[in-house]
């Protein structure tokens, strides 16, 4: 069973780097959405920040953003 620090619950907020405008935002939140167990998420690049709520894998989550061609920060 995986641990609370491999999956993310409820709605945790992130930071992303290299998101630099709306389009940024929507490819995030559009490779995002597609992830298993996601239930909402908003990409903010002003902040730099993914808030994601559901059960999702964090390891998905890293491959999924960094595939988009950006960086999620530990």
Do not use: F, K, P
């Not at 940024?24 to 709520?53: F, I, K, M, P």
């Amino acid at each position: 069973m995986a641990s609370a620090v491999d999956r993310i619950g409820m709605a945790t907020t992130l930071s992303v780097s290299g998101m630099s405008c709306g389009g940024c935002e929507s490819n995030v939140e559009d490779a995002v959405s597609e992830l298993a167990g996601c239930e909402r998420v908003e990409a903010d690049h002003e902040a730099g920040t993914v808030t994601v709520e559901g059960d999702v894998s964090m390891d998905a989550l890293r491959s999924t953003i960094e595939s988009s061609g950006y960086e999620l920060d530990a």
